[in-house]
T-cell receptor, first 114, second 110 residues
Framework: DAGVTQTPRHEVAEKGQTIILKCEPVSGHNDLFWYRQTKIQGLELLSY????????DGGAFKDRFKAEMLNSSFSTLKIQPTEPKDSAVYLC????????????FGAGTRLSVL | QQKVQQSPESLTVSEGAMASLNCTFS??????FRWYRQHSAKGLEVLVS????GEKEEGRFTAHLNRANLHVSLHIREPQPSDSAVYLC??????????FGAGTRLKVIA
């Protein structure tokens, strides 16, 4: 079975640009998560979807970050406009619904904003 | 608010020696804990999930949970150089939310 697929693996952007990160969850999973990982803050939840419905949009990340789930097998995370402080690894994860179900993570997209 | 701390920050062990990693949390009401491994430039791989006090073994990985002591540990039996990675503790805080520790960087030397 295919795991969670994220593209691109690396992204370099100029300050002020718009970038779109992509994620394909594990087939059949109901829940999809976007996390940001930095050395200082660790993993921070950006967005959470259940059955394509946005359940959490990440509070402090709302203004420039927008996650969408166009269908059950594809999600995007748009950052607009990018700032240097957005440089981080962005991880997508999916699971079956239910807190006891394991999160399966993609390899991540490493974003560098110059 | 749940706080999760991991120790040590880094650990070096010889191949074949037991590696022990620690995770403390602030709220003992959670009943859902996981250990993940993250190799450089890769995503997180789940190693062990534990939902009640006691021990849970998955191959060479064993988790021990003691909620009264607000502590969950991971023990790696016969570690190999390929186990060199960052190990993250994750504590479920209700429904879909997890709080992750900052990680322990493990290095296994041959």
């Amino acid at each position: 079975d295919a795991g969670v697929t994220q593209t691109p693996r690396h992204e370099v952007a100029e300050k002020g640009q718009t970038i779109i990160l992509k994620c394909e969850p594990v087939s059949g999973h109901n829940d999809l998560f976007w996390y940001r990982q930095t050395k200082i803050q660790g993993l921070e939840l950006l967005s959470y979807f259940r059955s394509k419905s946005l359940m959490e949009d990440g509070g402090a990340f709302k203004d420039r970050f927008k996650a969408e789930m166009l269908n059950s097998s594809f999600s995007t995370l748009k950052i607009q406009p990018t700032e240097p402080k957005d440089s981080a690894v962005y991880l997508c994860a999916s699971s079956f619904a239910g807190s006891q179900n394991t999160l399966y993570f993609g390899a991540g997209t490493r974003l560098s904003v110059l | 608010q749940q706080k999760v701390q991991q120790s040590p920050e880094s650990l070096t062990v010889s191949e074949g020696a037991m590696a022990s990693l620690n995770c403390t949390f602030s709220d003992g009401t959670s009943n859902n804990f996981r250990w993940y491994r993250q190799h450089s430039a890769k995503g997180l791989e789940v190693l062990v999930s534990i939902f009640s006090d006691g021990e849970k073994e998955e191959g060479r990985f064993t988790a021990h949970l003691n909620r009264a002591n607000l502590h969950v540990s991971l023990h790696i039996r016969e570690p190999q150089p390929s186990d060199s990675a960052v190990y993250l503790c994750a504590v479920n805080t209700g429904n879909y939310k997890y709080v992750f520790g900052a990680g322990t960087r493990l290095k296994v030397i041959a």
